[in-house]
């Protein structure tokens, strides 16, 4: 078992490279997403193309650069692309509820950094799980 203070030390640089792959996948959603719109394509269509390409494309990183596999590459993919599923649904929940209320009406984009920011957690801890198999316990080996 690992140290708990070498866990405490590691969790947030591996939480910190999560996030800069998240932003790059995010990144290429709005890209992709833009480009298709630009097209002509509709914003449906172009949003159901865009997202799974960020999908798929963050799980590479995840699996070049975060996570330490320690399941098949197919099992991994499979299961990681159910909790993206789960977190597109739950996104869609909160994005819901939250455009209800007054100022996130007004704002919709405000609702959105909201969402997103609470999947965050939600798709670190699920990834995690998909490629390690842990939830909670002492950091991968690409923390050190």
Not at 14 to 41: N, R
Not at 93 to 101: A, E, G, I, P, S
Request: glycine share 4%; hydrophobic share 55%.
């Amino acid at each position: 078992m690992a140290n708990p203070i070498t866990y405490i030390r590691q969790y947030p640089f591996l939480q910190g490279k999560f996030f800069a792959s998240s932003v790059i996948a995010t990144a290429v959603d709005y890209a992709l997403f833009f480009l298709l719109d630009w097209l002509y394509f509709n914003p449906v269509t172009a949003h159901a193309i865009s997202y799974p390409v960020a999908v798929v494309f963050n799980f590479y990183l995840q699996k070049k650069f975060i996570f330490e596999l320690k399941r098949s590459v197919r099992a991994a993919f499979i299961i990681s692309m159910l909790f993206s599923f789960v977190g597109w649904g739950l996104g869609v929940l909160m994005m819901f509820f939250l455009v209800k209320m007054p100022l996130l009406a007004i704002y919709p984009v405000l609702a959105k950094v909201a969402v997103t920011g609470a999947l965050f957690f939600f798709n670190f801890f699920t990834k995690r799980f998909a490629f390690e198999k842990r939830l909670f316990s002492p950091g991968s080996q690409r923390c050190e």
